[in-house]
């Protein structure tokens, strides 16, 4: 049966598919052979020299050198590095909390996606795909799921941050906590005090020193 059918057959609905590889390919830490099986959370590290790609149903995915991609079926998991991706079946690539998608599923959308440096770069080939940006809070995720919504028109390129929605942003060049301790009511009453017991001592002292006993 392996020998008749087609290779890209093999490929089901289960969420199985067939990587290819030109040398150089990692699943799951073990070389593979040129033609393996993949399955549903199955880790593919390229290596410098190697490349890739996936055969699904109604997919195809090219893994570029130096990519780290976990396989989840409809998505791929995009640890780092870039790939490319010709699906006509919805396909989805996730960064992080950041996920890019076609804008309109059943018809072929092509696009490419680089993670890189902490920045993802989209590009729509052919069609568009959308960037979702959800945020790392619970509620605020639920609330607006798509409020980060970007959409990228085909011969479009766009870029964006790696870091979920929302994300805390400390300011550069300051250390981490001083201001917000120094800006506390605790901080400010002893500031406050010590400023007035240095005055008192160099306003209300006379010549011979203070005693609790003396009026």
Same mark, same amino acid.
């Given at each position: 049966?392996?020998?008749?059918?087609?290779?890209?057959?093999?490929?089901?609905?289960?969420?199985?598919?067939?990587?290819?590889?030109?040398?150089?390919?990692?699943?799951?830490?073990?070389?593979?052979?040129?033609?393996?099986?993949?399955?549903?959370?199955?880790?593919?590290?390229?290596?410098?020299?190697?490349?890739?790609?996936?055969?699904?149903?109604?997919?195809?995915?090219?893994?570029?050198?130096?990519?780290?991609?976990?396989?989840?079926?409809?998505?791929?998991?995009?640890?780092?590095?870039?790939?490319?991706?010709?699906?006509?079946?919805?396909?989805?690539?996730?960064?992080?909390?950041?996920?890019?998608?076609?804008?309109?599923?059943?018809?072929?959308?092509?696009?490419?996606?680089?993670?890189?440096?902490?920045?993802?770069?989209?590009?729509?080939?052919?069609?568009?795909?959308?960037?979702?940006?959800?945020?790392?809070?619970?509620?605020?995720?639920?609330?607006?799921?798509? =409020? +980060? #919504?970007?959409?990228? &028109?085909?011969?479009?390129?766009? %870029?964006?941050?790696? @870091?979920?929605? !929302?994300?805390?942003?400390?300011? =550069? +060049? #300051?250390?981490?906590? &001083?201001?917000?301790?120094?800006? %506390?009511?605790?901080? @400010?009453?002893? !500031?406050?005090?010590?400023?007035?017991?240095?005055?008192?001592?160099?306003?209300?002292?006379?010549?011979?020193?203070?005693?609790?006993?003396?009026?």
């Amino acid at each position: 049966m392996m020998a008749i059918l087609p290779v890209s057959l093999l490929a089901d609905d289960n969420g199985r598919a067939m990587l290819h590889s030109s040398g150089g390919v990692l699943v799951n830490r073990n070389a593979v052979p040129a033609t393996s099986a993949l399955f549903p959370d199955d880790l593919i590290e390229t290596q410098k020299n190697g490349a890739a790609w996936i055969d699904g149903t109604g997919s195809r995915v090219d893994i570029n050198p130096e990519t780290v991609v976990q396989y989840e079926g409809d998505e791929l998991v995009l640890e780092h590095g870039s790939l490319s991706v010709d699906t006509s079946r919805g396909m989805r690539v996730r960064v992080g909390c950041v996920t890019v998608s076609p804008v309109n599923s059943a018809e072929r959308t092509v696009y490419d996606v680089i993670d890189m440096d902490g920045k993802i770069t989209v590009s729509a080939l052919k069609n568009e795909a959308y960037i979702d940006a959800r945020s790392n809070r619970p509620q605020q995720a639920k609330q607006s799921e798509h =409020s +980060g #919504r970007t959409i990228v &028109r085909e011969s479009e390129q766009k %870029s964006r941050e790696e @870091k979920c929605g !929302g994300a805390e942003i400390k300011e =550069s +060049g #300051r250390l981490a906590g &001083r201001g917000a301790i120094m800006d %506390s009511p605790w901080a @400010k009453g002893a !500031g406050l005090a010590g400023i007035g017991g240095l005055l008192c001592l160099a306003l209300c002292r006379g010549d011979d020193p203070i005693s609790p006993w003396r009026p």
